[in-house]
């Protein structure tokens, strides 16, 4: 059985709708804090913190849990500027009590959900995974500090883990049964569609003066089905005797702030007002990766390597949420 924390949240559900669909067994442990119990799709759930050891332990003697796929933290960039102690306190000791849980019943493999925000401003682009890491918000040190510790327990204690250092998640389940929902909401692509909707009067701008071709900030937009697939062949990579390591998880390609939301009147065919305003701290200018190893190694491919097919189901997912919660 395979234990993944944090799978209420968006990332982690749709990981486990691929690891059972690849034929897991999956125990889901998460406080709800962020993530939404309707989005859970196995019988098994435990609703506890990753900070609580006692119930860590209770959900390892209670489960015959084999392997970690470790989602469950804090992750906003802004946030973690504004309150570093919190993220510091979920994001290093709640991953701490995992892996001491883990030690004691003998659970040595773990894909950990780390970040691009690692590496800070970034020397070349596209990013590769031997770049210099400089985070430049709390919240990117707390990923680089969990990765330094799985290090030293696969030297210690014989772990093996896979780190998959993310771009930028978007996009939904295509069959719409779950999607990505975060109150409020912090990403991008949402944020905009939200506008598009109406649910915000403006889509707000954070810096029109970078060094990029139109002044905003440029990302690589990954969808979050491909990243959870990338996660199920990390397992089995591991599963299969590979190395500990860490991947990138990119397209390769960036896009601008501009161009995510004319992409996004394009889909909706509806007129999204701009408001601009000043970069907000720890936010770089591009972040692209470089997904060679992931496609090398773990035998990882993207399906979604265009913009727009991503924007419509995260589009599509927005309509469904609204819609239910206009009927209830």
């Known amino acids: 059985m395979i234990l993944v924390t944090g799978g209420a949240g968006y990332i982690g559900s749709h990981t486990v709708k691929e690891l059972l669909r690849a034929g897991y067994e999956v125990v889901v442990l998460d406080d709800l804090s962020s993530g939404h119990r309707e989005l859970v799709l196995t019988e098994h759930f435990v609703q506890a913190d990753v900070r609580d050891r006692k119930a860590l332990r209770a959900a390892f003697r209670r489960y015959p849990i084999r392997a970690v796929m470790h989602f469950a933290a804090l992750t906003s960039v802004p946030e973690s500027v504004a309150d570093p102690g919190r993220y510091y306190e979920v994001n290093l000791l709640g991953t701490l009590n995992l892996l001491e849980a883990m030690r004691e019943f003998g659970v040595k493999t773990i894909v950990f959900s780390s970040s691009a925000a690692v590496y800070g401003d970034p020397q070349k682009i596209p990013i590769p995974e031997d770049h210099p890491t400089r985070p430049k918000s709390p919240y990117g040190r707390t990923k680089l500090m969990v990765e330094e510790i799985l290090c030293d327990y696969a030297r210690a204690y014989g772990f093996s883990y896979v780190s998959l250092r993310y771009f930028n998640a978007a996009g939904s389940d295509p069959a719409g049964r779950i999607g990505e929902w975060h109150e ?3 990403h991008l692509i949402p944020i905009v569609l939200e506008a598009a909707l109406g649910k915000r009067p403006y889509v707000e701008i954070f810096g029109t003066d970078y060094e990029t071709p139109d002044g905003t900030g440029v990302r690589d937009y990954i969808h979050v089905v491909d990243l959870a697939q990338a996660h199920v062949l990390a397992l089995r990579y ?11 998880l990119g397209i390769g390609r960036g896009y601008s702030v501009r161009e995510v939301i004319e992409v996004c009147r394009k889909v909706t065919g509806r007129e999204i007002p ?3 305003g000043p970069r907000r701290p720890g936010d770089p200018a ?3 990766a470089d997904p060679t190893r992931a496609q090398e190694e773990l035998g990882w491919k993207p399906v979604y390597t265009a913009l727009e097919p991503l924007v419509e189901t995260a589009w599509r997912w927005l309509l469904r949420l609204s819609s239910r919660f206009s009927q209830s």
Request: hydrophobic content about 35%.
């Open 184 to 186: 409020p909401e912090r």
């Open 238 to 248: 591991l599963e299969a005797g590979g190395k500990s390591g860490i991947y990138n």
């Open 274 to 276: 701009v408001r601009e």
């Open 286 to 288: 591009v972040l692209v």
